[in-house]
């Protein structure tokens, strides 16, 4: 996928004035259930960061300089930056709906982003209604008459189809049935592949890409995005824009597709080294159309020499995959059994670093064109 150069303020769009507290009161989603005291910027509901701390047992914040709040404490973490969308939670980086406020010596975080960012982050057990996983669907990015992003190697959507695949093979190892949106080099509508998911029951949908940059070859690293909440603009943008206040599809999932990225961005960062940029937020037409919990996953810039020459590797695309099929495997745990995923430092510690994934089952044999090789 095509990473553009920054917007200027002037390309976001129109402003949609959000008007009253009773509009607010039906955009604020699962927030936690207390009392909380409310202060209201810009017409916006906002908690405290101290409130916050406080309910989740994390301690009182510190300030490693004058612009950042960090707080751990009950196996949680967060670090906050002050005027910016930007928070790590646990260890990864996440991009808020908006930026964190500071008023009077006091830091302030949305109401919507307690309810859609941190509550599902900290405490993702809680989340209700989740569907079993029955099903994943593997979306290898772009395909036939579509390239997509160009590396010195190999086309994205070589490399994705080739993601996709060694995906699907760790997941049937575990007994997961597995249905790629294209096992060739074919061109697929973007309302097709979302439809796939839509006409299934218990599934989970990933789309596979990598990065590119027009405009900065130091561009790097690994990113996630699930399905914008209603009412909060996208990571891209920097305001709200009238599509912003309108319901979307697939939206209803918003909250399962947020634990479903934190669970495979958890476990890509935790097993493959890679710079972070974090869980973010859009309305990309195959998330935002597909009706179950859905993700897009971006393994790299193809336009980066160091995150080219990573993806060329046989070695590190296998590691890669495995990741994202464990990360899929944690999210399941979290469905049908109530258990937390783990987050990067389990992955990280020799100690609570998982095994690799046991074949329960022989995979059936899947018809399919093979890449050729690629430099290692």
Request: hydrophobic share 40%.
């Amino acid at each position: 996928m095509r990473f553009p150069g920054p917007r200027s303020a002037g390309g976001i769009g129109r402003l949609c004035r959000i008007v009253g507290r009773g509009l607010l009161v039906i955009l604020l989603g699962a927030l936690p259930a207390r009392a909380w005291e409310i202060k209201s910027f810009s017409g916006r509901d906002h908690v405290s960061l101290e409130e916050i701390a406080t309910f989740y047992g994390l301690g009182e914040a510190t300030s490693p300089d004058a612009k950042t709040r960090k707080l751990k404490g009950s196996g949680r973490s967060l670090l906050a930056t002050l005027n910016s969308r930007e928070m790590e939670i646990n260890g990864i980086r996440h991009w808020l709906a908006f930026p964190v406020l500071e008023d009077d010596g006091k830091v302030y975080v949305s109401r919507l982003d307690l309810g859609k960012t941190l509550e599902p982050a900290f405490r993702p057990t809680r989340i209700p209604e989740f569907p079993p996983v029955s099903t994943v669907i593997l979306d290898p990015g772009h395909g036939g008459r579509d390239n997509g992003a160009r590396s010195p190697y190999e086309h994205e959507k070589n490399f994705a189809l080739d993601i996709a695949r060694r995906v699907r093979n760790a997941l049937q190892k575990s007994g997961i049935r597995v249905i790629l949106t294209r096992n060739s080099d074919s061109f697929v509508e973007l309302a097709d592949r979302a439809a796939v998911a839509s006409r299934l029951k218990n599934a989970v949908f990933v789309s596979l890409h990598f990065n590119a940059s027009d405009t900065n070859p130091a561009a790097k690293g690994f990113e996630i995005f699930c399905v914008t909440p209603r009412g909060a603009p996208s990571t891209a943008y920097e305001q709200i824009r009238e599509r912003d206040m309108v319901q979307e599809n697939g939206n209803h999932h918003d909250i399962h597709s947020f634990a479903l990225a934190n669970a495979i961005y958890h476990s890509m960062l935790g097993r493959v080294e890679m710079t972070d940029r974090g869980v973010k937020r859009a309305r990309f037409a195959v998330i935002r159309l597909a009706e179950v919990p859905s993700v897009l996953v971006e393994g790299g810039f193809l336009t980066n020499a160091d995150d080219a020459r990573k993806v060329a590797s046989k070695q590190w695309r296998d590691d890669y995959a495995t990741s994202i099929a464990r990360g899929i495997l944690e999210y399941k745990k979290l469905a049908e059994n109530h258990i937390s995923p783990r987050e990067v430092a389990a992955y990280r510690n020799p100690e609570t670093a998982l095994k690799p994934i046991v074949e329960a089952v022989p995979p059936p044999p899947v018809p399919g064109v093979g890449l050729r090789d690629l430099p290692q």
